[in-house]
């Protein structure tokens, strides 16, 4: 009752509509996995050492599906492009820098891979990254 309100992800609405409109042609989907007992942590069921890089061919658009295994939220970034949330909202989808995976639960995105290079795709929760929540994105 203080005249504040908050957004849920559904709710957020971009001011203007995205850039790039073209449909995604392929899609990643990652699966969200860690132990808290054993403290490891990863995408598919694999650390970072386990891994081999995400690979993007340049302005590529795709399709990122995150599927949360975990009891935990994991707030995922990745560098150097934004992550257009596909909640609904058509057009006016909103661009974020981290996308917040709630316990149990499934969202996708969509990435324009505009920025070559190698780029750092992980956890933001420290631990997690630390423990294997952690991928590189190679834009080529």
């Not at 996995?33 to 990863?42: A, F, K, L, P, V």
């Not at 970072?48 to 995922?76: A, Q, W, Y």
Request: proline fraction near 6%; aromatic fraction near 10%.
């Amino acid at each position: 009752h203080n005249g504040r309100r908050v957004l849920s992800y559904k709710q957020l609405r971009a001011t203007r509509p995205g850039t790039d409109p073209r449909p995604p042609t392929r899609e990643i989907i990652l699966h969200l996995t860690g132990n808290m007992e054993r403290y490891i942590w990863g995408f598919n069921g694999r650390k970072f050492s386990e891994s081999g890089p995400i690979r993007l061919k340049k302005n590529e658009r795709v399709r990122f599906t995150l599927i949360n295994d975990t009891m935990m939220e994991h707030p995922i970034h990745l560098h150097g492009m934004w992550s257009e949330l596909e909640n609904g909202q058509g057009a006016y989808q909103p661009y974020k820098h981290t996308i917040i995976a709630q316990p149990g639960s499934k969202l996708s995105y969509l990435v324009t891979a505009d920025a070559p290079g190698m780029w750092a795709y992980h956890c933001h929760l420290m631990l997690h990254m630390d423990q294997g929540m952690f991928r590189t994105v190679i834009v080529a």
